[in-house]
């Protein structure tokens, strides 16, 4: 039962770097882009195929 506990440890590591990743990407998309309207689209929530899925 260790494993899968070090496993899920794991797996919720990973989960917090993407949603740091994405976080930083939504920052710097209107920066890049120069679309005043993008602020307010970086703030909406995207769904991602797969997520929720574990393993």
């Known amino acids: 039962m260790r ?18 990743q994405v976080e930083a990407l939504r920052i710097a998309l209107p920066l890049l882009g120069g679309e005043e309207g993008s ?6 929530p995207v769904a991602i195929k ?3 899925k574990l393993g």
């Open 3 to 20: 494993d899968v506990m070090e496993l899920l440890r794991a797996k919720e590591r990973e989960l917090l770097k993407v949603k740091g």
């Open 39 to 44: 602020a307010a689209a970086s703030t909406t």
């Open 50 to 52: 797969g997520a929720g």
